[in-house]
């Protein structure tokens, strides 16, 4: 390849050195003197002269060797030329004083530029820092995406920098659901009233900083907007045209904003809306592209019910709004999720469909090559610009370009400047998930699934000479399966590090389930393409009024086909997930071992040259005793992966106060592996019954499974997943200390799920909530009982979970009508719901945790009452930190060294200032989950409390306390 392509791998490997060692810096806030460049100018010349070294150190012993090596044969007649690289042929044939050292001087500067590029990136995206806090301020600039604005001003000031918006009536929700695009992602959809793309406007509001990732495996927006070019978000107050007029002096962006002639903004009038309606992920007509993907997403409304719906925008135009958290779970468990990216399958069919209309049309070559490409850069375009089809995109652009000029390329080269081309205009693009799943996967298929299909094909022609015409049929569909299984094996090889990487999880099935699965998706994204046309052609025709309903009909019949093979694909996943061994669950500190394996695999068995190299010169596949180092790797990550995740030592407990917004969920380990959860968080969204967002609580968010009996947003998109990756499987124990649903809303998902060993329900029995759970224990068979102070479980030698509360009735209960209501949600006054949860307290001989659900001042004055040791060096507080709880006199019982406040936004000002006031004045330092995000404490029995947060930063000095550094994302 030579020195052609050096300089771009020095700019990749240089952004790689710079992520490796910046990047967690500026991941968690500002960089320091950010308006002093000296520092990374000084960094980017060491790093350029370095590199410049070893390239004419390398290059020099590479090209000597490739001169010492036989002549080329010469390429027989017809075929392409041999890949020889200019650049080496001419180092080759010359001496050292005649070697291209300008190729050197480029690797060298491109290797500064990659230094430099993420740095002011993320310098960039940092700009607004001095406005933090400072309350209301005006911004101008121009929205490159509903949601996202290249901003000119900041409160009169020249900033040059990205903000992503809030708008008034946006989706930004209060939950703290995990997923490739949060609910603040939305923009102006769903019903918001926002300007479109391209528009120059000024917007009125706060800033606030984008939050990392808040839970273990959970969704990181900091990092995401980084990705972007932001790390702050405007909440919008209001907004104002701007209008496209040259800036005169004096009248210039730091002017302020120019709101034009039209009555925009807020001179409608008191009451009156923000802006004019836009439709979701659409300007206003501004932009042809958006308004055909607009019409393309109308016609799969009109052709398709709103499951399909769902996956057929996914598929096809990378629009995963409309996706059902079943079919999105679903496919991500299994490691199906692939089968939705939009990628080079996509772009393969466009440029297919471009190069035979084109042909057909009876156009030229050059100017067929034209349209085709045209039509691709469109189709990137249309679905927005995922990684996966810029990488796709750039591929097949630069693979055409090199065959219009008559220089061959290898695939490796191809892909390698494709990555390239998407650093150069985003430089964090290395850190995208989507980006290193598409790169991998494509590295992989270049690299290993030529060989494995040879392999496979010796193998079968062999047996197939040996069978003769006796079993045609099934050594050809055995054939078939072969080559596809080498396919996919190739794409999994190289996947597999980053899949755990990310998700830490291993997907077991996936390379049996993609048989069926990558066919139904290559014929679903062929119908969902027809049917959308059809669709959209139905919808923009000015048809008569009679012909309207034959119309709509042609449109559901074009969406059939589409409808079939989509739910079959997401039932093929479900089916999948559900058998056992479905997947393994591995530590990402496995990671690094199974790299090390999977580029073992690619170096030994890997084949890089060109389709017709292979032909003409086929390499065997080398013995299987030559991975013996992958093999070693593998039991090293299996290895790792044990180590990271064992229990507790003998004599310490682990408690995780999970991040699940306004409630309460503790994921408690000791030592052995046994594991309690106590409560379970939960609210849905306020989404709508049905909305079309896949997000709500109607039938549509499960599609094509069944409503769960417990339907909680939180409770499946948080606590679930976040006790599986902690956990790896359900608790023994769990424990719902009453029936609220900020308490209990996830337990339906957690049973149904993970599975429990059994259950204590604490609260007032026979409040709605309260019978669904028993109902659900009872089906799945999992014993529920009634916990009583007294009552204890021991998950190891000398450890003691105790149930302190609430006592046993003296007498037979009796309760008024309407007793059972679920309690109310206010922060104040007590209620019986609260005063009868559930207090454990837990403990291994050392330091214990008290915790205390919702108990409130009666309740907890009743529990001193009867002379209940409360003592614990850690507490959870109360109710969320709730007025009429956490009173002086159980403050003084318990001595806490530490307090937890498990809390979420919410509208009843908790945690209230009197009870941080109360703790404050007793000494006791306060975490709270709505700052640190998830709090991880562990127990020594030397006494010794080691806490460490998802958010570091956040933590208040712990005195005696141990506090470690941020937990691994």
Not at 196 to 220: E, H
Not at 644 to 668: I, M, N, R, S
Not at 800 to 826: D, I, K, N, W, Y
Not at 887 to 898: D, N
């Amino acid at each position: 390849m030579g020195l052609r392509l050096g300089w771009a791998v020095a700019y990749g490997a240089a952004i790689g050195l710079w992520t490796l060692v910046r990047w967690p810096a500026y991941h968690a806030g500002p960089p320091p003197e950010t308006g002093t460049p000296a520092g990374p100018l000084v960094e980017a010349a060491v790093l350029g002269l370095v590199t410049a070294g070893i390239a004419a150190l390398a290059g020099g012993r590479w090209q000597a060797l490739r001169a010492q090596a036989p002549a080329r044969p010469a390429a027989p007649r017809g075929g392409p030329p041999p890949a020889v690289s200019e650049a080496g042929a001419a180092w080759a044939s010359s001496g050292p004083a005649a070697r291209p050292w300008g190729g050197v001087i480029l690797v060298g500067l491109a290797a500064a530029a990659g230094w430099l590029a993420p740095e002011a990136w993320t310098r960039a995206a940092w700009r607004p820092a001095p406005w933090e806090g400072a309350g209301e301020i005006a911004v101008t600039g121009r929205l490159l995406a509903p949601d996202v604005m290249a901003v000119d001003t900041v409160a009169g000031v020249a900033v040059a920098t990205r903000l992503r918006l809030d708008w008034p009536a946006g989706g930004a929700g209060t939950g703290a659901l995990p997923s490739p695009r949060p609910p603040a992602d939305q923009g102006p959809g769903g019903g918001s009233l926002a300007p479109g793309s391209g528009q120059r406007v000024a917007v009125w509001g706060t800033l606030r900083r984008l939050r990392p990732a808040t839970n273990p495996g959970g969704y990181d927006a900091r990092a995401a907007g980084l990705r972007e070019g932001f790390a702050y978000e405007l909440r919008v107050a209001r907004w104002s045209r701007l209008a496209p007029v040259q800036d005169a002096p004096g009248t210039g962006p730091a002017s302020g904003p120019r709101p034009d002639a039209g009555p925009v903004g807020e001179g409608r009038g008191a009451g009156a809306p923000p802006g004019p309606p836009a439709v979701a992920g659409a300007p206003d007509g501004g932009s042809a592209l958006a308004t055909l993907r607009q019409a393309l997403l109308d016609g799969l409304e009109r052709a398709l019910p709103p499951g399909p719906r769902g996956v057929a925008a996914a598929l096809l135009l990378d629009e995963r709004q409309g996706l059902s958290a079943t079919a999105r779970e679903a496919l991500a468990a299994t490691g199906l999720i692939h089968a939705l990216a939009v990628s080079g399958q996509h772009v393969a069919m466009a440029a297919a469909l471009a190069a035979w209309l084109a042909g057909r049309a009876g156009w030229l070559p050059g100017r067929r090559r034209l349209a085709v490409a045209a039509v691709v850069v469109l189709y990137a375009g249309l679905t927005g610009g995922p990684p996966s089809v810029l990488r796709a995109t750039a591929t097949f652009l630069l693979g055409e370009g090199a065959r219009a000029v008559g220089r061959p390329v290898t695939p490796l080269e191809v892909l390698a400047w494709a990555a390239f081309v998407q650093a150069a205009f985003r430089p964090l693009v290395f850190l995208d998930p989507g980006f290193q799943l598409s790169f991998a996967a494509t590295a992989g298929l270049i690299l290993l699934a030529g060989p494995l299909q040879r392999a496979w094909r010796r193998r079968w022609r062999r047996w197939a000479a040996a069978a003769g015409t006796r079993a045609r049929l099934p050594l050809h569909l055995a054939g078939w399966a072969g080559d596809a299984l080498a396919v996919t094996l190739a794409a999994q090889v190289a996947v597999v590090p980053v899949q755990v990487a990310l998700f830490g999880r291993l997907p077991l099935l996936a390379l049996v389930a993609n048989l069926v699965v990558v066919p139904l998706s290559g014929a679903g994204l062929a119908a969902a393409a027809a049917a959308a046309v059809v669709g959209a052609m139905a919808a923009v025709l000015p048809l008569p009024a009679a012909w309207e309903e034959p119309a709509a009909a042609l449109s559901r019949a074009a969406g059939w086909p589409a409808a079939v093979c989509l739910t079959a694909m997401v039932r093929v996943a479900m089916v999948a997930g559900a058998l056992p061994a479905a997947s393994g669950g591995l530590a990402a500190a496995a990671a690094g071992w199974l790299a090390f394996a999977a580029g073992w695999v690619l170096w030994r068995l890997g084949d890089p040259r060109p389709a017709y190299a292979r032909r003409l010169r086929p390499v065997r596949l080398a013995p299987g005793w030559v991975l013996a180092p992958a093999g070693v790797a593998v039991a090293a990550a299996v290895a790792v992966s044990a180590l990271v995740q064992k229990p507790p030592p003998p004599g310490t407990w682990v408690a995780w106060f999970l991040d699940v917004g306004q409630g309460d969920a503790v994921l408690l380990r000791f030592p052995g592996g046994g594991a309690a959860l106590v409560d379970t968080g939960g609210k849905a969204l306020a989404v709508p019954a049905g909305a079309p967002d896949g997000s709500g609580p109607g039938p549509d968010r499960y599609w094509p499974g069944r409503p769960p009996a417990i339907p909680d947003a939180v409770g499946e998109g948080v606590t679930v997943p976040v006790v599986r990756r902690l956990l790896g499987r359900g608790p023994d124990l769990l424990v719902v200390t009453h029936a609220d649903r900020d308490h209990a809303g996830g337990a339906g998902a957690v049973l149904e799920r993970l599975g429990a060993g059994r259950v204590w329900l604490g609260g007032v029995p026979g409040a709605s909530l309260d019978r669904a759970l028993v109902e659900l224990a009872a089906r799945r068979r999992v014993p529920l009982q009634r916990p009583e102070a007294g009552w204890t479980w021991q998950p190891a030698p000398g450890c003691r979970l105790e149930v302190l509360h609430p006592a046993r009735p003296s007498g037979p209960e009796v309760r008024p009508a309407g007793a059972a209501a679920e309690g109310s949600r206010s922060a104040g006054g007590g209620t019986e719901e609260n005063n009868r949860s559930v207090v454990l307290r837990v403990g291994c001989g050392g330091p214990r945790l008290l915790q205390t659900g919702d108990l409130e001042q009666a309740g907890e004055a009743a529990l001193l009452a009867r002379g209940t040791d409360v003592a614990a060096e850690v507490l959870k507080v109360s109710h969320h930190g709730s007025r009429g709880a956490t009173s002086a006199a159980f403050l003084a019982a318990v001595r806490p060294r530490l307090a937890i406040v498990s809390v979420g936004p919410n509208p009843y000002g908790l945690p209230h200032v009197e009870t941080l006031a109360r703790l404050r004045r007793a000494g006791i330092p306060v975490l709270r989950t709505d700052r640190s995000g998830a709090i991880r404490i562990q127990a020594e029995p030397s006494g010794r409390l080691i806490v460490q947060a998802m958010i570091p930063e956040s933590l208040p000095p712990l005195g005696g306390e141990a506090a470690q550094p941020a937990l691994g994302r």
